[in-house]
């Protein structure tokens, strides 16, 4: 499972970074820090949710 969200992380930050780079994608940008935070969040939540039930 943590390869799956770190492989998401990694590919949100390039998606950001494509995005500032190259000013007419900047909404690729927005996309991208968003879901950089969704699956940030998202792993927080099945780690203590992970923890809570063991």
Do not use: N, Q
Not at 12 to 36: P, R, Y
């Amino acid at each position: 499972m943590w390869t799956v969200l770190w492989i998401l992380i990694v590919a949100w930050v390039v998606l950001s970074i494509i995005g500032i780079a190259i000013e007419g994608l900047l909404w690729l940008a927005v996309i991208g820090i968003v879901l950089f935070i969704g699956t940030i969040v998202f792993g927080l939540i099945r780690r203590r949710a992970g923890r809570s039930s063991a």
